[in-house]
């Protein structure tokens, strides 16, 4: 009688979730990015220096990118490893300096995987990179994957069945970096 019970419960509970959620949709929140980024990114690399402190090698780190350069200068970057044995994602937002006799960038990375999990922050500025909390510019990290998730189905194939004005994947304001 118990076990009835319960199996009638556990039906019960079904029925009124008739389209579960799939267990690992969460799990690849960047996996349509990544996989954008890799069909229409530009081979371009990860400096040592960079790859090094992100934990992805010392060598320069071969990746797929997409970026957009902001109003004010600054590279929007979604870069995806193509090195199947250093997999993983950095997220950018960085501003070249051209001062004197020297070129640096300026802003923070972010290391994370097709799940969206912050792994590891990083600062940039002319005296190099160093590691940050990831709690420091865990908001900003949520702003840039929001970002390019949008990017992304901006560029995607649209569910109409009549041609509509679009705009521009580019929004106001930014340039892609091509």
């Known amino acids: 009688m118990l076990l009835a019970a319960l199996a009638f419960i556990a039906v019960a509970l079904l ?20 996989e954008w980024v890799r069909s229409q990114g530009i081979a371009e690399s990860i400096a040592p220096e960079l790859a090094a402190i992100l934990g992805l090698g010392s060598d320069r780190l071969p990746v797929k990118l997409k970026a ?3 109003s004010d200068g600054t590279n929007l970057a979604f870069a995806v490893s193509t ?3 250093q997999q993983g994602i950095v997220i950018s937002a960085l501003k070249t300096i051209a001062e004197k006799m020297e070129i640096y960038s300026v802003g923070t990375a972010w290391l994370t995987d097709r799940s969206g999990t912050l792994r590891q922050t990083i600062a940039v500025d002319a005296s190099g990179a160093r590691v940050l909390p990831n709690s420091s510019h865990a ?4 702003d840039m994957k929001a970002f ?18 679009r705009i521009s994947a580019t929004a106001v304001g930014e340039k892609e970096i091509k």
Do not use: Y
């Not at 908001?139 to 949520?142: E, I, S, V």
């Not at 390019?148 to 004005?165: D, E, H, M, V, Y």
């Open 83 to 85: 090195n199947p044995k």
């Open 148 to 165: 390019f998730i949008k990017k992304r189905q901006a560029t995607g194939p649209t569910n109409t069945l009549s041609p509509s004005p």
């Open 139 to 142: 908001a900003k990290f949520k």
């Open 68 to 70: 957009f350069r902001t």
């Open 15 to 34: 029925a009124q979730n008739p389209a579960p959620t799939p267990p690992f949709a969460e799990q690849a929140e960047l996996s349509k990015v990544e």
